[in-house]
Nanobody, 123 residues
């Protein structure tokens, strides 16, 4: 079992930045690929970014490339999502998730999920 707890969301203005954090506990954090997903009101949940076990390789959805950065600190069992130049369309609940499967974009392949943190961007 892995427990994931997100934090760092909030109400911001367009152009602002946030750092989302996801703290893990339970089984060995470094054995999992980690992903950040988001779900906007009335829309399906979508993958935003993933990072490999060592933290030296990443994947981003086209919609966030150049603005979002995923990283992890295995010594602290934490994964981060730095979100810059926020836009109103980035408004969503952001979830972190853990997967044993390498480089999967499939939501169903993620084994553990956090409860989510709300990001609201006003124009």
């Amino acid at each position: 079992q892995v427990q994931l707890v997100e934090s760092g969301g909030g109400l911001v203005q367009a152009g602002d930045s946030l750092r989302l954090s996801c703290a893990a506990s339970g089984r060995t954090f470094s054995t999992y690929y980690m992903g950040w997903f988001r779900q906007a009101p009335g829309k399906e949940r979508e993958l935003v970014a993933t990072v490999n076990r060592g933290g030296d390789n990443t994947y981003y959805a086209d919609s966030v490339k150049g603005r979002f950065t995923i990283s992890r600190n295995n010594a602290k069992d934490t994964v981060y999502l730095d979100v810059n130049n926020l836009k109103p369309e980035d408004t969503a609940v952001y979830y972190c998730a853990a997967s044993i499967t390498p480089w999967t974009t499939r939501e169903e392949a993620y084994d553990y999920w956090g409860q989510g943190t709300q990001v609201t961007v006003s124009s």
